[in-house]
């Protein structure tokens, strides 16, 4: 997505605000007050970008839960290496990956499938699964990058986290849908086929499906997206009625950015959850994007943000985690103060706010309600933050592994969130 200025949860044009670009980007987390209104409104649009790679790999992590160029230097710290991310866990650890002629693409990548292999048991294509890609014309649909891709994440005995039915992003809209002549009734038809015959084909081989992404604004109140003039809020629910009439397996989530420190966003969608919970509509959880920084929004707001999922018998998914170390937002950041270079400290202070991160969860979260954690991407230099959120105009390493897919010491931080060990810049 791209940025404009609003909340500080800039979406940045990648990935559905979130982690959908371009070719598949995230989203970032609001910053603070002050520092949100310069952010407003990057959320919508995004352009598919490149997907990052994971570490060295082993095989089937997974079994037990269905349910290159390098642009910036960092220097290695002192730590355990970590074997097995995704080991520690009893829920899927996930990662996106890009495909194909995407940058950063894992299909000719040895070293980044290492690492996918050996540390995370659930992929999520960050890109070539969403609608324009599934469903570029109205009697049209193309699922062969995506049947392939869903081949790499079997043969590695990984699960496969769908993502997303349907997303508001221009670049995303189908041309047949921007042009699509009909009145309420028959847009929601439309969706209905368009989500039905999607969902029909992945039902059975995908563990869930990010449903309806990025719906509700920054600041509370639903996105005036193309489905909400056609439909008001009724496509949303609509979306996840049908797919679960095609697939009765799948964990069906709501995903946004930003509702982890948007008051009035997150109180949008708790009545948006209420509403679906009296009138029975089949939602199984939401996913909390996250793409935050290493000082906003704190640990306590985070959690609470969690609760209300929890406290509605919902599961929670961090989707589409990156913490960034320059928060363009920041004063020191606008003084001139930009982090140019991976220090040893910076990597170990980064460590310990992945390890809050986690730990956060794993303490909100109950284990039946854990769905899961996923990293948006593998390798600093593959984030989408470095073109959308900085535009390029220097390095960051948001990310777990470096631009040679070296485990970074935020590797061992989630480690430790998962394990339950202390949280620390050591």
Not at 368 to 381: A, F, H, I, M, N
Request: charged share 20%; aromatic share 10%; proline share 5%.
């Amino acid at each position: 997505m791209r940025f404009t200025s609003a909340t500080f949860s800039v979406c940045l044009l990648l990935s559905a605000c979130g982690g959908d670009a371009d070719p598949g980007s995230p989203t970032v987390t609001p910053a603070p007050p002050a520092v949100a209104d310069a952010v407003a409104g990057a959320v919508a649009d995004a352009v598919p970008a490149a997907d990052d790679a994971p570490p060295p790999a082993m095989a089937s992590e997974a079994d037990d839960m269905m349910t290159g160029f390098d642009s910036g230097s960092s220097e290695k710290t002192s730590g355990t290496a970590v074997s097995r991310l995704s080991r520690l866990a009893k829920f899927p650890v996930g990662v996106s990956l890009s495909y194909g002629n995407e940058a950063f693409s894992y299909n000719n990548n040895p070293a980044q499938q290492a690492a996918i292999k050996t540390h995370f048991s659930q992929l999520t294509a960050g890109n070539i699964m969403k609608m324009s890609y599934l469903h570029p014309d109205r009697d049209t649909y193309n699922f062969t990058q995506a049947d392939d891709f869903l081949k790499f994440a079997r043969d590695n005995g990984k699960t496969l986290h769908a993502h997303t039915l349907i997303w508001h992003s221009d670049y995303q809209v189908p041309a047949f849908m921007k042009n699509y002549q009909g009145d309420k009734a028959a847009w929601l038809a439309m969706l209905k086929t368009h989500v039905q015959t999607i969902a029909t084909h992945f039902s059975g081989k995908v563990a869930s499906w990010d449903v309806v992404n990025e719906a509700i604004n920054d600041g509370g109140g639903y996105r005036n997206s193309i489905f909400y003039q056609k439909t008001g809020a009724d496509y949303i629910e609509q979306a996840f009625i049908n797919a679960r009439a095609v697939d009765k397996k799948a964990d069906l989530y709501y995903n946004d950015y930003n509702i982890e420190a948007d008051t009035a966003k997150l109180q949008t969608l708790t009545n948006m959850l209420d509403g679906f919970k009296a009138r029975s509509v089949p939602i199984s959880g939401v996913g909390f994007q996250m793409h935050i920084f290493m000082d906003y929004p704190s640990v306590s707001t985070i959690s609470a943000a969690f609760k209300r999922a929890v406290d509605r018998n919902l599961k929670v998914k961090i989707s589409e985690l990156d913490i960034p170390i320059n928060n363009p937002f920041s004063a020191q950041y606008k003084a001139g103060d930009i982090k140019r270079e991976l220090t040893p400290a910076l990597a170990l202070a980064q460590k310990k706010r992945y390890c809050e991160v986690v730990k956060a969860y794993m303490d909100t979260v109950p284990a039946k309600l854990r769905g899961g954690v996923t990293v948006w991407g593998v390798s600093d230099p593959s984030s989408w933050l470095i073109a959308d959120l900085f535009k390029n105009a220097h390095a960051d390493w948001p990310l777990l592994f470096d631009g040679g897919y070296q485990q970074k010491p935020a590797l061992r931080g989630v480690a430790d969130g998962l394990s339950g060990k202390a949280c620390t810049n050591t």
